[in-house]
């Protein structure tokens, strides 16, 4: 976004005036007003407050010290109880002066009150929650954040200082707080026993091995090579931080993912069978809202010949349901979802089905289905059924006396249809290139497979 934008985003503003998603401060805004306004929209659909307006006229006079304006929003934040977890202000330019943006995420899932009080927006005011709402706002945010809990036998030294520092280094922060302090800030500690302790959020998120504490916290991914389940697959468990899991799913999702030829625009090009970023939507939605409370399953990204199915345990969080699910905002895990938008996986304030159906309408594919199945959330995408190949029958080279090797480059190719020698040599890295190679021409000698191409663009399909 270019600077004349954002001055152009804050002029807009100025012009529609205060509301119940929009208000402006000076910069020397008290701490007790700024933080009474920040629980309100947290208490209602969420806004955007702007640091360094005068507040009648609405005249930009700037901001004097940045790094001091938005320290003051994360003490602010830490007035509410429980504390705000907000994305990073930013500062935007009016024209020649700098102005603090504060977004206050809608979805929030707690009751947030300052000083006993509980507020709500009404017009372009905080006012106290009428009880009937108040108690209805009760039931419905009342859930107790599992991710905010510490694990009793947790300490800091169970975090991965690498993993935190990317994140402090993602985060860039003014000011020379410690990285304790920031972690607290964001959520990810808490005190206990006079001392700071990871939560189970920060365990996930950073842990060295998180699966200590949660052994079901990880993605299950398998690629069968027919349309239901069967006794031939290629499967991965996929574990360790969320982030690093959402790197090792969009590997196996690039290698399992067959390529079709599809119409894109006026000419026909190579394609994944499924928009690539569609999948990666569902896994971090997956990864990202999942009830880590529930244990005893993982997420599983299961590929079949005719569909693709992410599905992750707890059904949908809060007052979201089928029907509004597209429309709806609620986080069962607030802090996750903020550290995940903060690293760059999640968009904060969209969380991406909404986009996974245009992204499937646009490649020509039917639209994904979603349902609660025996306390889960799942949701399918949809090959093109033309694309759907039967399952490949490989009882008939049962008498060919095959090598162990080469049956694997047979279960491979009932999946991919095709195999090239850098893919069969990860399939037995072990074993020296040139005895594969005599491998797949023993094969191709005995019909079994077809040679294509030559030279480093060989590949092998079965004949």
């Not at 930013?90 to 000083?115: H, K």
């Not at 569609?278 to 997420?299: F, K, P, T, W």
């Not at 969080?317 to 979802?337: H, K, M, Q």
């Not at 289905?369 to 995408?381: A, K, Q, S």
């Amino acid at each position: 976004m270019t600077a004349a934008t954002r001055t152009h985003d804050i002029d807009h503003l100025l012009a529609t005036g205060m509301g119940p998603e929009l208000q402006w401060f000076p910069e020397d805004v008290p701490l007790s007003k700024l933080a009474a306004t920040l629980v309100s929209m947290a208490n209602s659909s969420g806004g955007i407050v702007l640091l360094g307006i005068a507040p009648r006229s609405g005249q930009v006079h700037g901001i004097r010290d940045p790094q001091e304006a938005i320290d003051r929003v994360f003490q602010a934040a830490l007035l509410a109880d429980p504390s705000l977890v907000l994305p990073v202000p930013e500062l935007r330019m009016a024209g020649r002066d700098g102005v603090v943006w504060i977004t206050v995420p809608s979805g929030l899932p707690n009751v947030y009150n300052v000083e006993g009080r509980y507020l709500w927006r009404a017009g372009s005011h905080n006012e106290p929650i009428p009880p009937r709402r108040l108690r209805q706002l009760l039931m419905e945010r009342g859930e107790v954040q599992f991710e905010s809990r510490i694990p009793p036998d947790a300490c800091l030294g169970d975090l991965d200082d690498n993993q935190v520092e990317d994140y402090l280094r993602k985060l860039n922060f003014p000011g020379s707080e410690s990285s304790d302090e920031i972690l607290l800030r964001r959520g990810c500690l808490g005190r206990k026993d006079g001392e700071l302790r990871p939560t189970y959020g920060a365990l996930l998120l950073f842990g060295r091995t998180p699966q200590r504490w949660l052994p079901s916290a990880s993605i299950l991914a398998a690629r069968f090579s027919g349309v239901a389940f069967g006794d031939r697959f290629m499967k991965q468990e996929i574990g360790g931080s969320l982030p690093e899991q959402l790197r090792q799913a969009e590997i196996f999702i690039h290698d399992h993912l067959r390529r079709v030829v599809r119409l894109v625009g006026l000419s026909h090009e190579e394609v994944l069978e499924y928009p690539f970023e569609a999948v990666r939507e569902l896994l971090v939605n997956a990864v990202a809202h999942r009830s880590y409370n529930q244990q005893g399953d993982n997420i599983h990204l299961n590929l079949f010949a005719d569909r693709l199915e992410v599905s992750s345990p707890g059904g949908l969080p809060g007052p979201v349901t089928l029907e509004n699910l597209l429309d709806a905002r609620f986080s069962r895990n607030p802090v996750i979802v903020q550290a995940l938008s903060d690293l760059g996986f999640v968009e904060r304030l969209g969380y991406g089905l909404d986009r996974v159906v245009t992204l499937m309408r646009q490649n020509g594919l039917n639209k994904p289905r979603f349902e609660e199945v025996v306390g889960n959330f799942r949701v399918t995408l949809y090959a093109e059924p033309s694309r759907v190949q039967p399952e490949v029958d490989l009882s008939r080279y049962k008498e060919l006396d095959l090598n162990v090797r080469q049956e694997k480059a047979l279960n491979y190719l009932a999946t991919h249809r095709r195999i090239t020698n850098r893919e069969y040599q990860e399939l037995s890295p072990d074993v020296h290139p040139e005895t594969l190679r005599r491998d797949l021409a023993d094969l191709a000698s005995k019909g079994v497979l077809l040679k294509i191409g030559d030279k480093r663009a060989t590949y092998y399909i079965l004949k």
